[in-house]
């Protein structure tokens, strides 16, 4: 067993059989930039989340989870460290795009609207405000950058030229049905998935399989739809709480960035403990 990365977020371990271990920290990042501060428990949440969404979404595309149950794992993962925050999976070869669905108008998508009329390069109804419904969910996918480094919106040619018509044409439809049954689901829940990003591979056989993590508050926009009101920023169970704070504090997304305050941890950490339960009706 080797340890093979570790990335903003997660450490992944290669059990060298074809398995590995993915160990979901409490480090957070925004803007591409990992904070000098940890959201405690917050691992544990994101790995239980993942969790939840593989085994939901296992009918619509195969995924690459095989357990969480620390025990089924090699004894290094069973201490205090590693419990709870840990997930075995299938070793895939992961493919360069990460796939962004969006549903409702915010974030860098209405400062495109706002300035084009467009979301890259798709181009959307006159008269959008922000947190507007879209007609119909979007696929604008972006790169996968590397630690330091920002992911770039590419358009689905684009995705064509990388990896093939019908590997791209696969692509943008699995990550539409998933993003359309789960938000289904939370909409059920009182939450409205408002976008988020899923990353796949392929396994030895060339199938798609989902990966990586899947609609957790890192990497979605979760809002109450109870309160739910256009022209305005909605309440949110998510990492957007954190991104305001820190452009509320004119933080430049590139300096090491500024320590974060106690009740901002707090207020965060509470808002994904939050999203856990209302999405899965447990606690981390």
Known sequence: MKQLSSGKVRDIYD???????????????????????????????????????????????????????????PKKFLTKNFKGRSMMVKKLKMLPVECIVRGYLTGSGLESYNKTGSVCGIKLPDGLVESSKLPEPIYTPTTKADIGLHDE?????DTVNMLGEERAKEL??????????CADY?????????????????DENDNLVLADEVLTPDSSRFWDAVNYSPGQTQKSFDKQYLRDWLKGNNYDKVSPPPELPTEIIKITMAKYRTILNILTGTDW
């Open 15 to 73: 059990l060298e059989d074809g398995r590995l271990v993915i160990v979901t920290s409490d480090r957070i990042s925004a803007f591409d930039v990992i904070m000098n501060d940890t959201i405690p428990n917050k691992g544990i949440v994101l790995n239980k989340l993942s969790a939840f969404w593989f085994e939901f979404t296992k009918d619509v595309i195969p995924n690459h989870m095989i357990t969480i149950d620390n025990h089924q794992m």
């Open 153 to 157: 919106h590419i358009t689905f040619e």
């Open 172 to 181: 943008k439809e699995k990550s539409i049905e998933l993003y359309t049954t």
């Open 186 to 202: 939370a909409r059920e829940n009182g939450v409205i998935i408002a976008d988020t990003k899923f990353e796949f591979g392929v």
